[in-house]
């Protein structure tokens, strides 16, 4: 959700998370990623499904390759030459990719993509990441979003913000806390129901900001990842109250939102008052029985300027 506090919302831009678009060589290792898949050269006779697994292992084997193999020859293969760039430190096109992949592997040799959590609908991908540049930095908690077409990436979208020391809640940002702790996505045919359910939470408790949705769509149990806000519901009644009283012009536009089973993540752009520039935001939800149940976010204020004309949202 959104931030409570000043710090909170003095977000630093990743240079790095730009440009994901380089694979990596070894498939072994990207098989052992959450969320990832064995790869297809054919999959249209296994459905929809299929798919769906398919672009999420690319989108996994774009990003570890881009920032840990710095291995450019995949863009060819997995990334469009007309690449459109929403993340505001990149240019369009594949050809900036590919430098932009060696610039980060020659610079950062020890970069470490680690992914936590991926999820695939439709044509788009989310894929949930701490991405350390330095070992032994916290780094930085990103949410990648791809657009696929013709089997190859043709979009990017992204949220970075760094990781804190310390959290309000004594949830990391990236760890599943809820029952079943795994960060694999639930059954597939959860999805539409749940992202129907997460779609009206939303605008209720955010859009229209009626705490009452809390009552509604928020479970007994509910685990909270933002470091600034308190777990429970209780802490984010307390959290969100104090934040829409402190910003009454709050408007809050979704982009777009992406579920696959228990997860649904919302694309959105955050506005505390007239004349802002804001900031690009994703929230990531769990559902289980028809509850919330789990929560994790990311916040970057968007630039006055951009090195594309696309926007970040």
Same mark, same amino acid.
């Not at 790869?39 to 292992?57: F, I, N, S, T």
């Not at 193999?69 to 590919?98: C, F, S, W």
């Not at 695939?120 to 990648?144: C, I, K």
């Not at 939102?257 to 752009?269: F, N, P, W």
């Given at each position: 959700m959104t931030p409570t506090t000043p710090a909170r919302r003095a977000l630093v831009a990743v240079f790095a998370v730009a440009a994901l678009a380089v694979p990596l060589a070894a498939a072994p290792a990207i098989a052992a990623t959450p969320g990832a898949a064995a790869p297809h050269v054919g999959y249209g006779e296994y459905g929809d499904q299929a798919r769906l697994a398919y672009q999420k292992y !690319?989108?996994?084997?774009?990003?570890?390759?881009v920032f840990e193999r710095g291995d450019t020859g995949?863009?060819?293969?997995? !990334?469009?030459?007309?690449?459109?760039?929403?993340? &505001?430190l990149a240019p369009d096109g594949a050809e900036t990719l590919k430098n932009l992949g060696k610039a980060i592997h020659q610079q950062f040799p020890d970069a470490e993509y680690d992914v936590k959590r991926v999820i695939s609908e439709g044509d788009l991908v989310l894929v949930h990441s701490n991405v350390v540049m330095t070992p032994g930095t916290r780094g930085q908690a990103v949410f990648d979003i791809f657009r696929f077409q013709g089997g190859k990436i043709a979009e990017h979208w992204d949220v970075g913000q760094n990781v804190p020391e310390g959290s309000a809640n004594g949830n990391d940002m990236?760890? $599943?806390?809820?029952?079943?702790? *795994?960060?694999?996505?639930?059954? &597939?045919?959860? *999805? +539409?129901?749940?992202?129907?359910? !997460? $779609?009206?939470?939303?605008?209720?408790?955010?859009?229209?900001?009626?705490?009452?949705?809390?009552?509604?769509?928020?479970?007994?149990?509910?685990?909270?990842?933002?470091?600034?806000?308190?777990?429970?519901v209780a802490g984010v009644r307390a959290g969100l109250g104090g934040y829409?009283?402190?910003?009454?012009?709050? $408007? %809050? *536009?979704?982009?777009? !939102?992406?579920?696959?089973?228990?997860? /649904?993540? %919302?694309?959105?752009?955050? /506005?505390? +008052? &007239?004349?802002?520039?804001?900031? +690009? /935001? %994703?929230?990531?939800?769990? %559902?289980?029985?028809?509850?919330?149940?789990?929560h994790w976010d990311v916040l970057q204020d968007v630039p006055g300027s951009s090195a594309n004309d696309n926007g970040m949202f």
């Amino acid at each position: 959700m959104t931030p409570t506090t000043p710090a909170r919302r003095a977000l630093v831009a990743v240079f790095a998370v730009a440009a994901l678009a380089v694979p990596l060589a070894a498939a072994p290792a990207i098989a052992a990623t959450p969320g990832a898949a064995a790869p297809h050269v054919g999959y249209g006779e296994y459905g929809d499904q299929a798919r769906l697994a398919y672009q999420k292992y !690319v989108a996994v084997r774009v990003l570890k390759g881009v920032f840990e193999r710095g291995d450019t020859g995949v863009v060819d293969r997995h !990334v469009r030459p007309d690449y459109i760039q929403h993340n &505001p430190l990149a240019p369009d096109g594949a050809e900036t990719l590919k430098n932009l992949g060696k610039a980060i592997h020659q610079q950062f040799p020890d970069a470490e993509y680690d992914v936590k959590r991926v999820i695939s609908e439709g044509d788009l991908v989310l894929v949930h990441s701490n991405v350390v540049m330095t070992p032994g930095t916290r780094g930085q908690a990103v949410f990648d979003i791809f657009r696929f077409q013709g089997g190859k990436i043709a979009e990017h979208w992204d949220v970075g913000q760094n990781v804190p020391e310390g959290s309000a809640n004594g949830n990391d940002m990236f760890s $599943t806390v809820s029952w079943p702790r *795994t960060e694999q996505p639930g059954a &597939p045919w959860l *999805t +539409a129901y749940n992202k129907r359910l !997460v $779609t009206k939470a939303f605008d209720q408790l955010i859009v229209r900001k009626d705490l009452s949705a809390l009552d509604r769509y928020w479970g007994a149990e509910y685990h909270q990842h933002n470091p600034s806000i308190a777990d429970g519901v209780a802490g984010v009644r307390a959290g969100l109250g104090g934040y829409f009283e402190a910003f009454p012009q709050l $408007t %809050v *536009t979704p982009k777009r !939102v992406i579920a696959e089973g228990d997860l /649904v993540a %919302v694309h959105s752009h955050y /506005v505390n +008052a &007239p004349g802002e520039r804001g900031q +690009a /935001v %994703v929230d990531l939800f769990r %559902v289980r029985g028809g509850k919330i149940v789990e929560h994790w976010d990311v916040l970057q204020d968007v630039p006055g300027s951009s090195a594309n004309d696309n926007g970040m949202f």
